[in-house]
T-cell receptor
């Protein structure tokens, strides 16, 4: 049973660039949430996608955007990268028909901004 | 004030010890409470998921929720070196799907 998979595992970008991160949910899950985890901190909620729409959003600027495809996979896009965007980006999947279902995480994409 | 407070540790215990990990929170609307374990360079792994107050046991792990005190705990019995990891608490309310995480507690179990 495939768990949550994310790609790439590592990425290095420079300030001002744009980046796209990808996530495939756990088999049977239809909802994807994205989190940012800075070093030594807990994950911070960015947004959640369900039925190809953004269902809820955390306190992140519009530079952070996303998309969900019909096969439930998802992308996170970040524009105009800042040094402070360096972090581990985690994708979590769950069953979305009922709120607050337990979320299962991938191993993340480590993004470094130079 | 942060929504969720968690002592970052680090916490170091001998093998076989009972470990107690705790979080406090400020939002009385939180109803769902979770504990995750995160190994270095890995994503968080769900350990326990509870709703409202009370206790839940799963093997060597026991989760407790005291909503009156806004306090949750995770107990690990007979701790093993393989339990060495960062433990994250998380919680959410009935009115949304946003999970709020603590900063994590780093645990080392010494053989």
């Amino acid at each position: 049973d495939a768990g949550v998979t994310q790609s790439p595992t590592h990425l290095i970008k420079t300030r001002g660039q744009q980046v796209t991160l990808r996530c495939s949910p756990k088999s049977g899950h239809d909802t994807v949430s994205w989190y940012q985890q800075a070093l030594g901190q807990g994950p911070q909620f960015i947004f959640q996608y369900y039925e190809e729409e953004e269902r809820q959003r955390g306190n992140f600027p519009d530079r952070f955007s996303g998309h969900q495809f019909p096969n439930y996979s998802s992308e996170l896009n970040v524009n105009a990268l800042l040094l402070g965007d360096s972090a581990l980006y985690l994708c979590a999947s769950s069953l979305g028909a009922v709120d607050n279902q337990p979320q299962h995480f991938g191993d993340g994409t480590r993004l470094s901004i130079l | 004030q942060k929504e969720v407070e968690q002592d970052p540790g680090p916490l170091s215990v001998p093998e076989g010890a009972i470990v107690s990990l705790n979080c406090t929170y400020s939002n009385s609307a939180f109803q769902y409470f979770m504990w995750y374990r995160q190994y270095s360079r890995k994503g968080p792994e769900l350990l326990m998921y509870t709703y409202s107050s009370g206790n839940k046991e799963d093997g060597r792990f026991t989760a407790q929720v005291d909503k009156s005190s806004k306090y949750i705990s995770l107990f690990i019995r007979d701790s093993q070196p393989s339990d060495s990891a960062t433990y994250l608490c998380a919680m959410s309310s009935n009115t949304g799907n946003q999970f709020y995480f603590g900063t994590g507690t780093s645990l080392t179990v010494i053989p």
